[in-house]
């Protein structure tokens, strides 16, 4: 299984949502690591529609991005994900149900960690075809 990889188009003048995948590994996935996901969805037309018109003119509002966020992990919404400092997750979509992602943002595992078969082959090529990885 691959990490399924958006057609081309450019994000800097997408045609539709942008797609962005959080992968989480069967370890314990480093949270700071993970962390651009949310400097994604400051700039996100979700948060930025909740600011009153006197805080951020609409004229700002018009340039937020329209970015769909996945979590993915090897079992889906079937079990939790860890990340550090005690948190968990449970994420979205599984490697078999995720849709193609136009970024993917995976964090450091714990050490002593070993990335199983699945993981492995979810990242194989990925790196040819992805646009931010």
């Known amino acids: 299984m691959?990490?399924?990889m958006?057609?081309?188009?450019s994000l800097s003048n997408p045609n539709r949502p942008i797609r962005?995948?959080?992968?989480?590994?069967n370890g314990v996935t480093e949270l700071l690591d993970i962390a651009p996901v949310g400097m994604l969805h400051g700039l996100s037309k979700e948060f930025v529609s909740t600011f009153p018109d006197e805080l951020l003119a609409p004229?700002?509002?018009?340039q937020a991005?329209?970015?769909k966020f996945h979590w993915v992990s090897e079992a889906g919404e079937?079990?939790?994900s860890r990340l550090s400092g005690g948190m968990s997750i449970l994420p979205m979509d599984s490697f078999q149900s995720c849709p193609?992602?136009?970024?993917?943002?995976?964090?450091?595992?714990n050490f002593g960690y070993t990335p199983n078969a699945a993981e492995l082959a979810l990242f194989a090529n990925a790196g040819t075809s992805a646009l931010p990885f």
């Open 2 to 4: 691959k990490i399924k």
């Open 6 to 9: 958006a057609a081309k188009f």
């Open 20 to 25: 962005v995948g959080v992968v989480l590994m």
């Open 59 to 62: 004229s700002l509002k018009a």
């Open 65 to 67: 991005v329209d970015f």
């Open 78 to 80: 079937a079990a939790h």
């Open 100 to 109: 193609p992602l136009d970024i993917v943002l995976v964090g450091a595992h």
